[in-house]
């Protein structure tokens, strides 16, 4: 990795934990050059708008989530296992960063805000839940959860269930937060599962 | 009404729904005396700063959320009736304003920043989440839900539910989002139910 490669990769990685602490929005290069103790026109050299910097912010975040989340979820073995990788391995990412999860923080934020920042995120949201929805079609395949049950539907459930969590955790920092989840989880598991993988 | 009073609850009106829009954040005194076209000064007269601002900005959406869906819920019949009205009562308010709900944008805002604002805010979840749990204990006392239910682990449910719709909705702006919930509000319920209330 060149010199300008690894000061390009620390800015971005300063502007993700920002993002999850004052919004995305907040993520400014001037707000950066007081953080990082670096000069304004060093930081235009590297992103030329503040909206090239929330979309490489994002981008950013995204190789983390591919390299933390999704390849280790792909390369665990297909049915229960997979959906036991999705659980544990989102769990660690939500704890990855102190201001929880980027994606779900920038979600909520964006949500009102036309433009290539918004769709950009929207884009990722639907291939990750898309993902989801393949890992449980694949375990309904494999026979591990019921031929009937609605791998779209579960994925949005799924996802409610991790948006909930990361409420109790982040707004509420209920000690409860992390038992209650993982017995939703084991709950959806048991109402998934067909009779002879249970 | 007096006129002091119709002006400040219009101008928390704006303040709550550019909240939705740009965040609550972004709900400065200044921003708001251009987009009312008002005086600076008239408006530092009714709010003293940005944060008072804000609590009350918090307070007058308490007290819209408290008409147009506490109140209405639970003058409804406890039970089956109850949890209906709760559903039926949250999707209206979350159409009632076209950035969707101040609460889920503001809590996902606010979560880590520390302060009078956001301890408020968690303070009005925790509120809110009981009161669902509640609903959920009634249903079981009635007959209508399974006693060995876990009221506190169906409210943060059913949040999840509304918060993964509320996504669906307005980052995704998915045409399948409404269908989708309501299906699994439906499963829910299902799986809720004693055998003599299914």
């Given amino acids: 990795m060149s010199k300008g490669t690894a000061t390009r990769q ?55 989530f591919v390299d933390q989340v999704v390849q280790p979820i792909l390369s665990a073995p297909g049915g229960l296992a997979r959906v036991q990788a999705l659980f544990d391995r989102w769990m660690a990412w939500r704890t990855s960063q102190p201001g929880g999860c980027f994606f779900a923080a920038a979600s909520f934020e964006l949500d009102d805000r036309p433009g290539p920042v918004r769709d950009r995120l929207a884009d990722l949201q639907r291939e990750w839940l898309s993902t989801i929805a393949r890992i449980a079609a694949s375990a309904i395949k494999r026979g591990d959860f019921r031929a009937d049950l609605d791998a779209d539907l579960w994925a949005h459930e799924f996802y409610g269930m991790m948006l909930s969590y990361h409420m109790a955790e982040q707004l509420l920092r209920d000690p409860a937060a992390t038992t209650r989840v993982q017995r939703s989880f084991d709950n959806l598991l048991a109402r998934s599962r067909t009779a002879a993988a249970a």
Same sequence: chains 1, 2.
Wanted: proline share 0%; hydrophobic share 45%.
């Fill in 10 to 64: 620390s800015i971005l990685a300063q502007a993700g934990l920002l993002a999850t602490q004052i919004g995305l929005e907040g993520v400014t290069i001037g707000r950066l050059a007081v953080d990082l103790a670096l000069s304004k026109s060093g930081l235009f050299a590297h992103f030329r708008s503040k909206e090239e910097l929330q979309m490489q912010t994002i981008e950013y975040q995204r190789q983390r």
